[in-house]
């Protein structure tokens, strides 16, 4: 069933340290001001199809107490699995990251926490087409001073009904990094999206 | 400096911070939720900013610049030792001016000059939740917070102004965040909960010894609590700085002799000496 796999991994971080750290703070960042792209600035060698922003979020992020979901194959859940020593979840609804290469699983079929401990969601980290700045979407809420635009290429069609649900969910719900090549962007679900 | 060897950078091993990390940013997700953390012992007592030092420590970065306050004073043993402690094990610069410094480590004020975007803001709590003295009951106080039920600090507020003519709060103010979650700023005095509101940069709290973790995003409604009769009002002391004349900043009183002589300086040390180098200049 497996396609021929490469004999060896591809890299993790060059500096796990110090690239974990800068990546972190981008992902902060980008968490903190919702729309607004940053940039990672020393991704790992990831394997195909992820993507360096989507990879170093998941070296940074994930380890053996996250269990992780992709959709991007065995190749890239063994470099996953050696490089952050993350164990893989079965089913979507079972894991604390999930990155998503491919068809974006429904927010609704996703951890979302309790009422009492909203923190126990996942965080779904999402490699689209392109972000672009200052168009698209009118974005508003926490972390934003009046309004920040967001233009996201390669998204299913259905997804600003299921962003607004999950909204509608808080304290519950779902957070989304966006990633494009090494740039990301975040959608805390405190975030409103209007279209643009 | 650079960093001392034998240790990780900033301190912290590489499993801690990505569980810090993975708190932090469910915190800035849900302004004012308290998340827990595995808190770590460190190499200082809890009640030191345990809880501020391990949010900093998950956060630095070589490129960073970081000022530590100890009640608005960059001199204290407590600002001076963090300050060390993060030269040490990161390699980091530090700074004692507000508008040079990347990451600000706090005990208990807010800078009188004001924030920017891309500065953090960290705060040291030693009590992270609101409604302790109210309930101590932490299974309670957190189905409060998931109901959003927060009656019984109306009440005491009300209790107060019945007794006293006011609310008899001077510091650790309590506040809502985001119009949801009821949140305690730490014990910054009441004239700082303003600075709060809609505050450009980033502000994350650490508890160490309460093992939470929570954060107010930029530009994010924080509000007193208070009542539309009873509007909340900041507390000043009534007197300019003895050193640099401000009306404006937050006032230490210190007494001067044992035959009651006392004056008011500036709790903010950077902002003060700045005031008065502009003030020599000027002469």
Avoid at chain 1, 3 to 28: I, K, N, S, W, Y
Avoid at chain 1, 135 to 145: C, K, M, N, T, V
Wanted: charged share 20%.
């Amino acid at each position: 069933m497996m396609p021929a796999m490469r004999a060896t991994l591809a890299a993790g971080f060059a500096e796990p340290v110090l690239d974990a750290q800068a990546c972190f703070r981008a992902a902060l960042e980008a968490m903190a001001r919702p729309g607004r792209v940053q940039r990672v600035a020393a991704p790992p060698e990831a394997p195909p199809p992820l993507g360096g922003a989507a990879a170093a979020l998941l070296l940074t992020l994930a380890d053996a107490d996250t269990p992780v979901w992709l959709d991007a194959g065995p190749e890239a859940e063994a470099w996953a699995r050696f490089h952050a020593g993350c164990p893989i979840a079965a089913a979507p609804g079972e894991a604390a990251f999930l990155l998503a290469a491919g068809p974006m699983p429904p927010l609704a079929s996703l951890a979302a926490g309790s009422e009492e401990e909203p923190h126990r969601s996942a965080t779904l980290i999402l490699q689209v087409a392109a972000l672009a700045e200052g168009e698209g979407w009118r974005l508003s809420g926490p972390g934003i001073e009046r309004e920040h635009r967001l233009r996201v290429e390669g998204l299913p069609p259905g997804f600003a009904a299921d962003w607004a649900a999950n909204q509608a969910r808080f304290p519950q719900g779902v957070d989304l990094f966006l990633c494009a090549g090494d740039r990301l962007a975040a959608l805390p679900r405190t975030t409103h999206l209007a279209a643009g | 400096m650079s960093a001392a060897t034998g240790y990780n950078f900033g301190y912290l091993d590489e499993d801690t911070k990505r569980m810090i990390r993975r708190a932090l940013l469910k915190a800035v997700a849900i302004p004012g939720h308290q998340v827990p953390f595995g808190s770590r012992e460190m190499p200082l007592p809890y009640g030191w900013g345990t809880g501020g030092i391990q949010v900093t420590a998950s956060v630095i970065g070589p490129a960073d610049r970081l000022k530590v306050i100890d009640q608005g004073a960059d001199d204290t043993t407590n600002a001076v030792s963090i300050r060390r402690f993060f030269a040490r094990v990161a390699g980091v610069e530090t700074t004692e001016r507000t508008a040079e410094a990347s990451i600000i480590q706090t005990r208990h004020r807010i800078p009188e000059t004001t924030l920017r975007e891309g500065q953090i803001l960290v705060y040291q709590v030693p009590m992270p939740e609101p409604l302790f003295r109210l309930e101590p009951r932490v299974a309670e106080t957190k189905r409060m917070h998931a109901l959003a039920d927060y009656g019984l600090m109306h009440v005491k507020l009300y209790e107060d102004i019945a007794r006293h003519g006011h609310v008899a709060i001077s510091y650790n103010y309590p506040v809502m965040v985001n119009g949801r979650y009821l949140m305690s700023p730490s014990p910054i005095p009441a004239f700082d909960n303003p600075k709060m509101h809609r505050n450009p940069a980033l502000q994350l709290f650490g508890a160490g010894r309460e093992k939470r973790i929570y954060a107010v995003p930029p530009y994010t409604e924080v509000r007193s609590l208070d009542f539309e009769d009873h509007p909340f009002e900041p507390v000043r002391a009534r007197a300019g700085c003895a050193l640099c004349g401000s009306r404006e900043s937050y006032l230490d009183e210190v007494v001067t002799d044992d035959a009651g002589g006392r004056i008011f300086v500036c709790s903010d040390t950077d902002y003060c000496q700045g005031r008065q180098a502009r003030q020599e200049a000027a002469e």
